[in-house]
């Protein structure tokens, strides 16, 4: 990677005013061995974020809609080394939707855009659900442990969350028409007799032309006494652009105007860092990986924030990396548990809405409530199992599959899968996931195994999609253990998966055409690494998996 190097007037621009700590982090960027960051500041599907600063810390929000546990929140020293360090919730609510029963689904819904704040000592997350159509708003001192909730109705879409200077809390939402409300003083809905109003109609409008989607994505905060609401919209044969709007009382009236216009970077927040000088955050549509953050200078002008380096979002970024890259957002997992921990997850099991959330590393999620009946990390200790409860015929609707993001530009997952214990019918495997997903894996058929590399078919609608063979492989009757692999190039949005399997984890061989990658709107979510295993005939079956690993390189052979 090529250091950047500004010079003085590129860092004026970049990141505020030219002072004593800004030199000596500059003096110790040049000297020390770090690599420095680069955008996209996360190559990994990261959308909707919401950004805050407590003291030296950053903590963001962002939206993995189905999947449990949800609403990650991160942290950063230097808005460019991210770490997960919690969840909002373990599951939105126990419902059939949420947890993949009775052939309902929450795909591409769950929880959408949240706001993250902070008050009196206290986290704060509003979030929505289009599943639930409630509001929710969490909160805790611990940003790494249990969060409280309330949850009213209605449902508020894209809400911002803001505590007044003069103790007044309100939420700002919607889609064009963008409301405030104020709530009670518990947060636990509408305040009766409270200010409820539309303060700013017809949103978009600001950016010109015919509007394709109308603003929202809000983003409310204070600064010298004014308020504030950040906007996405999207104008029809145009792109996505970011919009502000500004005005002296929290009541309007507001003016706007469009604040950043580059390769569809919009939606997001800003925020002020330590040294007064401020950053805004907002994501890019980028293909099959997902929805990309980008870390973007801002300066200010009559109180208007100035977005980016010449109205662009600049390539490098003059701040060292203290971690490798997205070393915080995926994580390798040998499934190895201390005794104490392993007695406290087989205790959860016992209550399905007990989830033990130190079961895993914070970069696993499950795809929708897991059932916890049938997987275990004690069963056979070193090994996760996932056994299958039901019958289902596609990996689409099989529960208990587990997933971390994949990431750009290049990502590869490994396992080794014990499949002796399959059950006629059974597949169990690596996936990259999406709704036209892609795996290898292990059948069992007739009485006999087959490495496997399958594709789904889509058709009208999600409960339609098919699976597509395209490989069968028999294996020989003394193999128990085979090994899987999984890699992505989303280069130049390449979008493209390869497949490969061994023996012996050590020569690999290729198997199956190359997945052309999709993002598609019923899941809403970029692509994802997931192990699995699901029953086509009979329930009861078992796969047991070695270890998980995944890192930034591409894989060829």
């Not at 990994?44 to 546990?69: C, K, N, Q």
């Amino acid at each position: 990677m090529k250091q950047y190097i500004p010079r003085q007037n590129d860092w004026k621009r970049l990141f505020g005013s030219w002072n004593a700590c800004l030199i000596l982090f500059f003096m110790t960027a040049l000297v020390g061995a770090q690599e420095n960051a680069t955008n996209p500041n996360i190559w990994a599907d990261v959308p909707d974020m919401s950004l805050l600063r407590v003291g030296d810390s950053y903590y963001m929000s962002s939206t993995t809609m189905h999947m449990t546990p949800g609403v990650p929140i991160m942290r950063s020293k230097n808005l460019v080394d991210w770490e997960i360090v919690g969840y909002a919730h373990d599951a939105l609510e126990n419902t059939d939707a949420l947890a993949l029963r009775n052939g309902q689904n929450a795909y591409g819904a769950g929880t959408w855009a949240s706001s993250l704040r902070y008050n009196d000592g206290v986290f704060y997350l509003a979030v929505f659900s289009g599943t639930t159509g409630k509001t929710y708003i969490y909160s805790t001192r611990d940003v790494s442990g249990k969060w409280d909730v309330r949850s009213f109705r209605p449902m508020c879409h894209d809400c911002s969350l803001f505590f007044d200077d003069d103790g007044k809390k309100y939420l700002l939402y919607g889609a064009g028409n963008l409301r405030l409300t104020e709530l009670n003083d518990d947060l636990s809905g509408f305040k009766q007799g409270g200010f409820n109003d539309v303060v700013i109609r017809n949103a978009g409008a600001v950016a010109g032309g015919r509007i394709g989607l109308q603003a929202e994505g809000s983003q409310m905060f204070k600064r010298n006494g004014k308020y504030y609401v950040c906007n996405i919209t999207w104008p029809r044969g145009d792109m996505r652009t970011e919009i502000i709007f500004r005005a002296e009382k929290i009541t309007g009236p507001y003016e706007g105007r469009v604040i950043f216009k580059d390769r569809g970077i919009a939606q997001g927040t800003l925020v002020e860092r330590q040294d007064g000088s401020w950053v805004a955050y907002l994501f890019r549509d980028s293909g099959a990986v997902g929805r990309i953050p980008y870390l973007i200078p801002v300066t200010w002008e009559d109180d208007w924030p100035v977005l980016g380096v010449d109205g662009k979002a600049p390539d490098e970024l003059p701040i060292p990396r203290e971690a490798e890259p997205l070393s915080g957002i995926v994580e390798s997992d040998e499934f190895e548990r201390q005794p104490d921990l392993l007695a406290k997850i087989s205790a959860a099991a016992e209550d399905e809405n007990d989830y033990c959330r130190e079961a895993f590393p914070l970069a696993w999620q499950w795809n929708h409530i897991p059932d916890p009946k049938n997987w275990s990390l004690s069963e056979r200790p070193g090994w996760l199992r996932l056994k299958t409860g039901r019958v289902d015929q596609t990996l689409q609707f099989a529960r208990n599959t587990i997933t971390q993001r994949t990431c750009g530009p290049t990502s590869t997952a490994e396992t080794a899968l014990d499949f002796s214990s399959l059950a006629e019918g059974d597949v169990a495997g690596l996936t990259v996931f999406q709704r036209k997903y892609g795996f290898v894996g292990v059948v069992k058929r007739d009485g006999k195994f087959f490495v496997v590399q399958s594709e789904a078919q889509l058709a009208d609608n999600l409960n339609s999609d098919s699976v597509k063979e395209n490989v069968l492989i028999p294996l020989d009757g003394q193999v128990s253990v085979v090994y899987l692999k999984a890699s992505c190039d989303f280069t130049n949005q390449k979008d493209e998966a390869s497949f490969f399997w061994s023996v012996d984890g050590q020569t690999w061989q290729a198997i199956g055409p190359k997945l052309k990658m999709i993002y598609s709107l019923p899941h809403f979510m970029g692509y994802r690494f997931g192990l699995f295993h699901y029953a086509t005939e009979s329930s009861g079956g078992v796969a047991d998996f070695d270890y998980y690993h995944v890192s930034t390189s591409n894989t060829t052979r």
